[in-house]
């Protein structure tokens, strides 16, 4: 088996690449923000941990306490790297324990936004970045999330640079349109396949 992650800036259409190598490629897909999310409400470790940095209002009931937990992770780098520590490894973990699952799968990926923010690069074969120039970006996100271009522009800021990405990235797949996507996804998967 060889593991690709899928990674890009808000607004690029990694999600959309995702399901595509999904729906049309048979790819298995493990979704990092899904996950995250599934494991911060059930993962007892991540429960206690995230009581013990922000107290017994973390949780309310066994929901997230979003709110508190968005003023704290926005307060200060420092915080968002308490969170991150609680939550990233045990991610990882559940990424490893994913893919031993799909032993029979051919390629199987990871769809990450901060894959190299949270040094998720080394647990797959290969890296896909997916691009799309920034200003095409701000006005898909900004469409998505019906937020303002302030609002999404302070996203991209947070998020390691696009440029420094594909300059890291072993394949960089164009969301803009000028390539067609489906072209570029049968060469990436032929070319994944023959440089085994």
């Known amino acids: 088996m060889i593991s690709i992650a899928i990674t890009g800036g808000i607004g690029s259409g990694k999600t959309f690449v995702s399901n595509l190598l999904k729906e049309n490629f048979h790819i298995p897909i493990y979704n990092c923000d899904d996950e995250a999310k599934r494991l911060m409400l059930r993962d007892e470790g991540i429960r206690r941990d995230l009581i013990g940095l922000l107290g017994e209002e973390a ?4 929901a997230l306490n979003k709110p508190l937990l968005a003023s704290y992770l926005f307060a200060d780098a420092d915080n968002a790297a308490r969170i991150n520590a609680i939550v990233h490894p045990r991610v990882k973990a559940d990424f490893h324990h994913w893919l031993s699952e799909h032993q029979d799968a051919e ?7 901060i894959l190299y923010e949270a040094g998720f690069e080394d647990t797959v074969d290969k890296v896909v970045m997916v691009y799309a120039p920034e200003s095409l970006r701000i006005e898909r996100a900004m469409k998505r999330d019906n937020a303002t271009e302030a609002q999404i522009r302070a996203r991209i800021a947070a998020q390691m640079d696009d440029e420094e990405k594909c300059s890291r990235a072993d394949y960089v797949i164009y969301t803009d349109g000028r390539i067609p996507l489906e072209e570029q996804l049968c060469d990436l998967i032929k070319h994944i396949k023959t440089n085994k």
């Open 59 to 62: 949780y309310q009931g066994d």
């Open 107 to 113: 390629i199987a990926g990871l769809e990450c936004a």
